[in-house]
């Protein structure tokens, strides 16, 4: 059974900075593409970054790009979300997620998804 498990989530002021990190066996992120999606109150999820499997070729939404970057950990086990600039408009829950599609955008293109981690901006 695929685990996803993620862990930085926090409260952090205006223009700071979080790295959330997504663990997982190294065959799951060796079998399948990864992406960060997040869920604000009152809205749908979306997706904020992924990584393709082989490649590690990137993708981002317009509303973070230049302040998010998605990166593979050395260990092969464990994805990253750097978020600097923070803005209050990032508070959300954030998940990571695991599919066999590149980069795609969609949650209902993602077979796995983790528990979430909270991430608070305060203005």
């Known amino acids: 059974q695929i685990q996803l498990v993620e862990s930085g989530g926090g409260l952090v002021q205006a223009g700071g900075s979080l790295r959330l990190s997504c663990a997982a066996s190294?065959?799951?992120?060796?079998?399948?593409?990864i992406a960060w999606f997040r869920q604000a109150p009152g809205k749908e999820r979306e997706f904020v970054a992924g990584?393709?499997?082989?490649?590690?070729?990137?993708s981002y939404a317009d509303s973070v790009k230049g302040r998010f970057t998605i990166s593979r950990g050395g260990a092969k086990n464990t994805v990253y979300l750097q978020m600097n600039s923070l803005k209050p408009e990032d508070t959300a829950v954030y998940y990571c997620a695991v599919g066999p599609y590149p980069l795609a955008t969609r949650t209902t293109q993602y077979n796995y998804w983790g528990q979430g981690t909270q991430v608070t901006v305060s203005s």
């Open positions: 990584i393709t499997r082989t490649s590690g070729r990137t």
């Open positions: 190294e065959l799951t992120f060796s079998s399948y593409n």
